[in-house]
């Protein structure tokens, strides 16, 4: 099953997400949920930098996507950001609405900033 962590601030910005795992829901090169988790992540990571110029701090391996937003963004290029982000994770909502057997989403919030 493919885990998503997604780490809210206190005012619910989002600042970071984790995914590991995978869907196990085909064979490799036939995984229509990891296929669809992974463009819709990778690609996610992809616009922030490319269109907000911000350049997340990322770990990527086999099974595992994590990524940190810096900090103290400036507030139009964080908002900007932040809608990116609340994009990605309607699209994998979407996706474990239809695959929940393959996908667990889970929201974070911290207590204090």
Not at 39 to 59: F, M
Not at 96 to 101: A, C, L, P, Q
Request: proline letters at 3%; aromatic letters at 4%.
């Amino acid at each position: 099953m493919i885990q998503v962590v997604i780490n809210r601030t206190k005012s619910a910005q989002i600042q970071s997400f984790e995914i590991s795992g995978h869907a196990f829901f085909e064979r490799r090169g036939k995984d229509i949920v990891c296929a669809g988790v992974s463009a819709v992540s990778v690609g996610a990571v992809n616009a922030v930098h490319e269109l907000t110029g911000v350049t997340p701090e990322i770990d990527h391996e086999s099974g595992l996507l994590r990524c940190t937003i810096p900090e103290h963004l400036p507030e139009e290029t964080s908002g900007k950001v932040q809608l990116l982000l609340e994009g990605m994770a309607v699209a994998l909502r979407t996706i474990e609405i239809d695959y929940g057997k393959h996908i667990k989403i889970t929201f974070k919030k911290q207590e204090v900033e």
